[in-house]
T-cell receptor, first 111, second 110 residues
Framework: DADVTQTPRNRITKTGKRIMLECSQT?????MYWYRQDPGLGLRLIYY???????NKGEISDGYSVSRQAQAKFSLSLESAIPNQTALYFC??????????FGAGTRLSVL | QKEVEQNSGPLSVPEGAIASLNCTYS??????FFWYRQYSGKSPELIMS????GDKEDGRFTAQLNKASQYVSLLIRDSQPSDSATYLC??????????FGAGTTVTVRA
């Protein structure tokens, strides 16, 4: 089983819909992250959390929200999806060495 | 100015040659440096980390760091077709977040 699991792997939704992307990990790491990846732009940080009570905005948090339900679970929500949120989304975790381990990704299309 | 910049590529090298990838960063306080490899449609995977000036070798991969010049590079020796991927440079500053470059796509020609 993967150490960092993202669900769903693919999602097609319509403009204005609320959707949630989920991430769970079995690595025992405190730190969790959500990124989006667009062609030519690399990975951009949306939100990050260093423990269950800690949530921080990244460089592109507008239009997104997160919930850290437990040490092992970190969810990303799009309250009202728009087409420019079409992207590949990655969850990652890290321990104290800050080496980040990524999930397999969620490919999201907003029509 | 972007925090982390990589040579744009794509980089095409013949099998067996050396592929050289470059990365510069803007935050002089950056402390940790990473190279990730990402195959098309897959997630990034760590291939090298480097924390102090100089060279670090791991198999066919060598990472080089020069903090004074704010420069980190990755050399892939004896390039193989399986090395064809996008390579992401990542830099950690004091706040423990990683900043990623846009990536350099490498194609190894058989």
């Amino acid at each position: 089983d993967a150490d960092v699991t993202q669900t769903p792997r693919n999602r097609i939704t319509k403009t204005g819909k609320r959707i949630m992307l989920e991430c769970s990990q079995t690595k025992g790491h405190d730190r969790m992250y959500w990124y989006r990846q667009d062609p030519g732009l690399g990975l951009r940080l949306i939100y990050y959390s260093f423990d269950v009570k800690d949530i921080n905005k990244g460089e592109i948090s507008d239009g997104y929200s997160v919930s850290r339900q437990a040490q092992a679970k970190f969810s990303l929500s799009l309250e009202s999806a728009i087409p420019n949120q079409t992207a590949l989304y990655f969850c990652a975790t890290s321990g104290r060495a800050n080496i980040q381990y990524f999930g397999a990704g969620t490919r999201l299309s907003v029509l | 100015q972007k925090e982390v910049e990589q040579n744009s590529g794509p980089l095409s090298v013949p099998e067996g040659a050396i592929a050289s990838l470059n990365c510069t960063y803007s935050d002089r306080g950056s402390q940790s440096f990473f190279w990730y490899r990402q195959y098309s449609g897959k997630s990034p995977e760590l291939i090298m980390s480097i924390y102090s000036n100089g060279d670090k070798e791991d198999g066919r991969f060598t990472a080089q760091l020069n903090k004074a010049s704010q420069y980190v590079s990755l050399l892939i020796r004896d390039s193989q077709p399986s090395d064809s991927a996008t390579y992401l440079c990542a830099v950690r500053a004091n706040d423990y977040k990683l900043s990623f470059g846009a990536g350099t796509t490498v194609t190894v020609r058989a």
